[in-house]
T-cell receptor, first 114, second 114 residues
Framework: DSGVTQTPKHLITATGQRVTLRCSPR?????VYWYQQSLDQGLQFLIQ???????AKGNILERFSAQQFPDLHSELNLSSLELGDSALYFC?????????????FGSGTRLTVV | AQSVTQLDSQVPVFEEAPVELRCNYS??????LFWYVQYPNQGLQLLLK??????LVESINGFEAEFNKSQTSFHLRKPSVHISDTAEYFC????????????FGTGTQLKVEL
C-alpha cells in the first residue's frame, strides 16, 4: 500500500456521461498530480494541485476539471465522455510543490467508456 | 521543457541474464531523473532516482542506473534478472530550475523468461 488511495478502482460508463474520480494523498503530502495512461499516449500529465491551489496544468481537456479540497483530497471530474477517454487515471502525491524526490502513485482508476 | 525517450518498447531476456533498459533525456537545464516500475494492475513505484552527487544510483532490489551528462542518458541495468522483475519500466525527468511535474517516457516492457 503506497498510502495514496484512489476510488473507484474500476468505472464503466456510457458516452456523454460524467464521472468523478477521487484521490486521497499520502499522509503529510500537500501536492496532488493527475495523470492519464493510455496505450497510444503513454503517461500524460493532466494537472497538479498544491495545498488547494492549482499549480501546474498539462494536457487536460476542457471537458475535464479537478480540484483539491481543504482536507487535501482531490477529485478529477470528466464530463461529456468519449470512447477515447477510456484509460487508466493515476493520482500521485508529493510532500512539496516541487517533485524533487519523485511522486508516490496510487493504484489508479480504470475508466471504460462504452 | 524536458523530454524522455525510451527506445525499446519491449525487452525479452532470460532469467539470470543481464539487462539494460535505455533512457535518453532532452533538457536545456539541469535535471533530476527517475526510474519507476509498474507491475500488472498496479500503480507506478519509484525504483531509483538521481538528484545530484554520485552518478551511479542503486535500488534495493539490485537495479542500478548511471547518469551520463555527456550522453544525456540514464540507462537502467541489472546484472542478473529474476522472473519477478517482469514489469513495465518508466524513465522520468524533471528540470531542476522550475516546473513541478515529472515527464515520463513511453515505457519499456521487460519480460523475463525461463
Amino acid at each position: 500500500d503506497s498510502g495514496v488511495t484512489q476510488t473507484p478502482k474500476h468505472l464503466i460508463t456510457a458516452t456523454g456521461q460524467r464521472v468523478t474520480l477521487r484521490c486521497s494523498p499520502r499522509s503529510g503530502d500537500l501536492s496532488v498530480y493527475w495523470y492519464q495512461q493510455s496505450l497510444d499516449q503513454g503517461l500524460q500529465f493532466l494537472i497538479q494541485y498544491y495545498n488547494g491551489e492549482e499549480r501546474a496544468k498539462g494536457n487536460i481537456l476542457e471537458r475535464f476539471s479537478a480540484q483539491q479540497f481543504p482536507d487535501l483530497h482531490s477529485e478529477l471530474n470528466l464530463s461529456s465522455l468519449e470512447l477515447g477517454d477510456s484509460a487508466l487515471y493515476f493520482c500521485a502525491s508529493s510532500a512539496h510543490h516541487s517533485a524533487n524526490y519523485g511522486y508516490t502513485f496510487g493504484s489508479g482508476t480504470r475508466l471504460t467508456v462504452v | 521543457a524536458q523530454s524522455v525517450t525510451q527506445l525499446d518498447s519491449q525487452v525479452p531476456v532470460f532469467e539470470e541474464a543481464p539487462v539494460e533498459l535505455r533512457c535518453n533525456y532532452s533538457s536545456s537545464v539541469s535535471v533530476y531523473l527517475f526510474w519507476y516500475v509498474q507491475y500488472p494492475n498496479q500503480g507506478l513505484q519509484l525504483l531509483l532516482k538521481y538528484l545530484s552527487g554520485s552518478t551511479l544510483v542503486e535500488s534495493i532490489n539490485g537495479f542500478e542506473a548511471e547518469f551520463n551528462k555527456s550522453q544525456t542518458s540514464f540507462h537502467l541495468r541489472k546484472p542478473s534478472v529474476h522472473i519477478s522483475d517482469t514489469a513495465e519500466y518508466f524513465c522520468a525527468v524533471r528540470g531542476t530550475g522550475g516546473g513541478n511535474k515529472l515527464t515520463f517516457g513511453t515505457g519499456t516492457q521487460l519480460k523475463v523468461e525461463l
